[in-house]
DNA sequence: ACAAAAGTGTTGACCTTACACCCATGA
DNA sequence: TCATGGGTGTAAGGTCAACACTTTTGT
């Protein structure tokens, strides 16, 4: 294959990206199991090039990693230690199979760039997962959706990067209306209840979480589900545009 | 004066600082005017070593112009458009200026990496004003303090950075107990009412904002201070560091 | 005595929380 | 008819804003 173009992207600069989703009352988190080293986990990534905005070097790698447009995406933090990647034991495992992996594609020059310091902008995204379809880069042997509490070890700094996303994502939850990026088009109060309590890790009750939700009116209401249950059937909302 | 060295930098990215004060009622700025162009004024700013984290670069530039150490600094948002400086008619000006204010330190290299693509790094700073003794820098023609509500007209994105970093320290101002950083040991309560008014630009009620944060519990009362005005003499208080 | 501002106390409105109650559905 | 969960209503408690009242100081 042919030589990763270092001049294409601005050097010593990348972003990693936090793919929310949510499924089974749990939130989770979209991670790549790295080709390089031993159980090596790392977030979706990528480098900024230096002709397109951060916020487009995000969504591209969305785009790539998701096959998804059009996401809501927000940057929360940057992480700029001077030895969070030249310091890490994993840097050494790159440098060394990076070449073994792809002789021509990543010579000496490149390698040098891809294992140099790093400072990196931190984004996370909102996705409805069922509209996912995890699309492998070249450098991961699977992607993989984990629940944010069975998230393995991982290399570099990426854990402390999780943890900061998902401060940011409770954060920005209840100023902004974001939660419903991680629910399908329609979706019944219980499951709206649910997906808050998995994001906050604790119980609401039922009766006045729906009346808080329904307080903001920002929720239409449509038919009911018929769900088979031997229960009253939910109502199914959507989230008003406007 | 000898070449700078842009070796010792990484490049593209650099970091801006919204350095905020108080006093006489009002939150102001440290803002430098600039010694390119005509009447342009800018945020003092700076490179990443590559020796150094993001926020030992942060607290060096602030060091560097406030003559300050152990300031609270916090990040607050990358700004990453690829068009914010070399879209800027200003970035034009910089290319014929900078050689002709000095042609060794800035020669053809040096000029053009200054004046290429950066994404920028926004950090805020929170001083006492009556500590701060501004030391300009090279480029700077003067540094001074403006109210955020006299705010001139900026080069680059520099007016929406200090647009984000004043709603980010109204953001954290109730959250974290960072308001005390911008007033001195000792203050009474009406010195932090009216501190809390200039930053949120509206007015609070003298008796539930004293009971609000006296409810904190991060105050010490300490003795009176006699102002000579013909009333009762407010009480002093310090912040609790605990 | 009076004006000015500090500081305390009181009241009512509003919002949140807990929980009782009724409703639809299938076994 | 009963169990189950959906949905509504209500009362108690806490928080917050408005404002009255007392206190201290200098004229």
Request: with cysteine.
């Amino acid at each position: 294959m042919k030589k990763f173009e270092i001049e294409d992207y601005i050097s010593q600069l990348s972003m990693d990206s936090v793919i929310f989703g949510y499924e089974q009352k749990e939130l989770k988190v979209l991670i790549s199991k790295f080709k390089f080293g031993q159980d090596s986990w790392v977030l979706p990534g990528g480098y900024i090039k230096k002709t397109e905005s951060i916020d487009q070097a995000a969504a591209r790698v969305l785009k790539e990693r998701t096959n998804l447009e059009n996401i809501y995406l927000e940057q929360f933090r940057v992480f700029g230690d001077e030895n969070r990647i030249v310091g890490s034991p994993f840097n050494e495992v790159m440098k060394k199979e990076l070449p073994l992996f792809d002789a021509e594609r990543f010579d000496e020059e490149v390698t040098a760039w891809i294992t140099s310091r790093f400072v990196c902008i931190g984004f996370y995204a909102l996705v409805d997962i069922n509209k996912v379809h995890p699309q492998k880069g070249e450098f991961d042997e699977f992607l993989e959706w984990r629940s944010f509490k069975d998230i393995p070890q991982m290399v570099y700094d990426h854990n402390e990067i999780l943890h900061f996303a998902l401060e940011a994502l409770r954060q920005h939850l209840d100023e902004k209306l974001i939660g419903f990026n991680l629910l399908p088009e329609t979706f019944t109060m219980r499951e709206v209840q649910e997906l808050y309590e998995a994001i906050y890790d604790k119980a609401f009750t039922p009766s006045n979480f729906q009346k808080k939700m329904l307080d903001l009116n920002v929720l239409e209401r449509l038919e009911k589900k018929f769900t088979g249950a031997q229960n009253k059937a939910p109502y199914l909302y959507r989230f008003k545009k406007n």
